[in-house]
């Protein structure tokens, strides 16, 4: 009996250690490790792939947007050069009244050197201030004339200036590291563009102020010439 129940017990013991053998042994699905293995390569992959967008979205956003220098392009026009700006006002020195050179600078020194070198007389009628419609029409005009030298030399400078300007601009074009600075670069021409229209647009209406003057010496005289006859 006693032999019996050992050899049960010594069962009973084979059979929990096998079953405990069994449970520990590893089970390897392949499909799902297969599954498994090539959402983790996709979730890489989409990993990577928004890496790339990020990196590209940065470029972008970096090649559209903040400051960018224009260089020399900025004062192609005008630069510290001579401007039409810098005339004075044409309407009142038409006017006959005492000469005002604005801004001219030196080239104000200049055009009164020339103009004090013709020796012209203050007034045509020999009064001490233009009290005539005559000898206001003819200050008006010595006024104008001086004015137009002033003019005429700091223009004809401030064309080699601007030509020496804007070849080197014309060098900058297609140098810009982006699109940001390709627009800058263009819209920085534009301007200057406008500004070197505009100081044409000066220079002709020097020309008009030039032809201006004239008119008024010649009605001048025709009505000084209309009271000779008249008085008689």
Do not use: C
Request: hydrophobic share 45%; proline share 1%.
């Amino acid at each position: 009996m006693q032999n019996f129940s050992k050899r049960l017990l010594g069962g009973a013991a084979l059979v929990f250690v096998t079953a405990r053998a069994f449970a520990q042994v590893p089970v390897i699905d392949s499909a799902t490790l297969s599954q498994a293995t090539t959402t983790a390569s996709n979730t890489a992959s989409i990993m990577a792939t928004n890496q790339q967008i990020l990196t590209a979205t940065n470029a972008t956003l970096a090649a559209v947007t903040g400051n960018r220098t224009t260089g020399s392009m900025s004062t192609a026009a005008i630069g510290s050069g001579f401007s039409v700006a810098s005339a004075p006002s044409f309407g009142s020195l038409l006017g006959g009244t005492s000469m005002s050179w604005g801004s001219l600078g030196s080239y104000g020194s200049t055009a009164a050197t020339i103009i004090n070198g013709l020796n012209l007389v203050a007034t045509l009628s020999g009064n001490a201030s233009a009290a005539t419609g005559t000898d206001q029409a003819y200050m008006g005009a010595v006024n104008t004339s001086a004015a137009l030298t002033g003019v005429v030399q700091g223009a004809q400078a401030a064309a080699t200036t601007r030509a020496g300007s804007l070849q080197g601009a014309s060098a900058l074009v297609g140098t810009a590291p982006d699109i940001k600075g390709s627009i800058d670069q263009n819209s920085q021409m534009q301007i200057q563009t406008a500004l070197t229209v505009n100081e044409a647009i000066g220079a002709v209406n020097a020309g008009n102020a030039a032809l201006n003057a004239q008119m008024q010496q010649m009605l001048a005289v025709q009505a000084k010439t209309a009271q000779v006859f008249t008085s008689h």
